[in-house]
Each structure stands twice: as C-alpha cells, then as structure tokens.
C-alpha cells in the first residue's frame, strides 16, 4: 500500500513539473509574441526615417514602395497557397481604396520633406480622431462622448504644434491631410476585411495604388524621369520599405493578431510616433530639434490617443465583473 502511495505521489510531482514547464512554455512564448509586436511597431516608426534618406519626390517614392510591396505580396500569397479570386464589385472598391492609400503616402512623405520627420509622425497621431469621426458615418452609429473629448484634446495638442511651429504650418497641413486619409482607409477597411482576407484586401490595395500612382507621373510629366533606376543605396532603402517595412510588418502583424487581443495589438501600434520621434532625433540631431511646444501638443495627442483605448478596456472589463457579479 506504501508503494502505491509512493507512487501516486510521484505522478502527482510529475504532473505538477509538467504543468510547471507549460507555463514557462506559454510565457516565454507570449514574451516573443510581445517582442515581435514591438519589433513591427519599430518597424512602423523606421518607415519616415527610409522616407526621409531616399532623396525621392514623394509620389516616385510611394510608386516604387507600392511596386515592391505588390511583387512581396504576390509572393507571400502564393507561398500561402492563398486564392486571389474575388468579385467585380470588391475588385472596384478595393481598386479605391488603393488610391487612397497611394495619396495618403504620397501626403505623409510630402510632409516629412516639407517639414521633418517628427512633424509627420506627431500630426500623424491624429489620425484615430479622424477614425473616430468618420466611422459613425460610415457605420451609421452614435458619436461617443468620449471620443468628443477626446477629439477636443487632440484639437489642444494640433493649436500647440501650430502656436510654436509655425515654419512648418505647410507641412502640417500636409501631414494632417495624411492622418485624415490614414482614417478614411481604416475604416473603409473595416467594411471589407469583413468580407475578405486582410493580406488579398492589402494586395489589391497596393495594385490600385500602383496604377493610381503611375497615371499620375505619366500625366504630369515626371514619367520620363521618374521611374528611372535608383542609386544602389537608394535600392537598399526601397526594398527595406517595401519588403520589410510593408510586407514583412503586415504579415507578421496579422500572424500577431491571431494571439494578441486586437486591444493590445491597437494600443501597441500607438506607439509607432513616439519610436519614430526618438529615431529621427538621434539619427538626424538638430534638424529634429523642435520647440517645447511641439513636444507638448505630440504628448497631449500621444497620451489622448493611447487613453482612448485604455478608457475602453477598463470600461468593458467592469461591464463584465457586474454582469458576472448579477449572475
């Protein structure tokens, strides 16, 4: 009998390690998960960095990213064994969105050599109050009185970096109308990923934008110039873009996303300005020097924009503890 309880007792010690073990598995495992979400966001964040070494007109630079990004994905479906067919209608619209997305690259890039890095990437940041805004359009939903509040603090943030920056009025405008853009294609998105796969709704995306973009240099008269062949270093930096800062960062994201709450995902990404600021100040030195204004109003947005979700998982967790607790 005393050996059966030996016994018992080593499985119940065994069983115990195991279980052990799985948790360390499991842990160590999110860790990496949470790194590459960070490495994406890094990734994110170095995209106005690549847009700002390759001395490329914006509209050039966005074509051959799109060019890149279109092959990348082309490839990573077919290694994925992953159909393109879709229908005529989603084939048009997201044809559209395409050209949206082409304009928004072409506006972010413009603003980063018409201002700095740091301007594009702070003004970008608003681009959740632009999310937040068009979405109830487009869903036919009630405004949240708390994306008003939180609309009117970004609104403080935007009157800051325009008080006391005033040389770059331009490229603010510019990169606002890309953060405007950047929330009119992520809810349009919204619509479609309901109906198909994120990384097919991102290769038709990229052929719009790429057709969208190649009318223009043709119409205006760049076309002869435009799309001749870059310097071999301008060709690193535009497979980096394409490939890495595109591809690779969407694919990756997407793989996340299957293990990550879309909270996390969300919030995480928020961050992508605030890697950036920090990239371009100690890459470029004084030319991202900006005034205590600036850094002011960008923390004002960053820590609305970051809040806005906060607010929400909080809020969606004490529903659940009183709906637990009438149970």
């Excluded at 860790?31 to 170095?46: E, M, N």
């Excluded at 005529?88 to 413009?110: E, N, P, S, Y």
């Excluded at 979405?135 to 325009?162: A, D, M, Q, T, W």
Aim: glycine share 8%; with cysteine; aromatic share 14%.
């Amino acid at each position: 009998m005393e050996g059966n309880d030996d016994y018992l007792l080593l499985f119940v010690k065994n069983q115990l390690l195991s279980l052990d073990q799985k948790y360390i598995l499991v842990k160590n495992q999110l860790l990496s998960i949470h790194l590459k979400l960070h490495l994406v966001v890094l990734i994110y964040g170095f995209t106005a960095i690549l847009g700002k070494l390759i001395p490329m007109a914006a509209a050039q630079l966005v074509w051959y990213r799109m060019l890149i990004a279109l092959i990348s994905f082309y490839i990573f479906l077919r290694w994925r064994k992953t159909t393109l067919r879709i229908d005529r209608k989603q084939f048009f619209q997201l044809f559209g969105i395409g050209m949206i997305v082409a304009i928004h690259w072409i506006a972010f890039f413009g603003a980063i050599k018409i201002a700095n890095v740091s301007v594009a990437l702070g003004c970008l940041s608003t681009s959740t109050l632009f999310t937040s805004l068009l979405e109830p359009f487009f869903f036919r939903k009630r405004i949240n009185g708390v994306e008003v509040i939180v609309g009117l603090l970004i609104i403080l943030g935007l009157y800051l970096i325009f008080r006391f920056e005033t040389s770059y009025s331009l490229g603010i405008l510019v990169a606002l109308a890309a953060a405007f853009l950047a929330g009119l294609f992520s809810v349009l998105n919204k619509k479609m990923v309901i109906h198909q796969k994120a990384s097919v709704i991102s290769f038709y995306e990229m052929m719009g934008g790429l057709s969208a973009v190649t009318i223009y240099l043709l119409v205006s008269g760049w076309g002869k110039n435009a799309l001749s062949i870059p310097s071999p270093t301008d060709f690193i930096c535009l497979l980096a873009l394409g490939i890495i800062c595109t591809a690779y960062a969407f694919a990756v994201q997407v793989k996340i996303t299957k293990h990550l709450s879309a909270y996390i995902v969300a919030l995480t990404i928020n961050l992508e300005p605030v890697y950036g600021i920090l990239m371009a100040y100690f890459l470029f030195g004084e030319t991202e020097h900006m005034t205590d204004g600036f850094y002011l109003g960008t923390a004002i947005i960053l820590i609305s924009v970051l809040g806005f979700p906060l607010y929400h998982f909080y809020k969606r967790k004490r529903e659940k503890n009183q709906l637990n607790g009438i149970i």
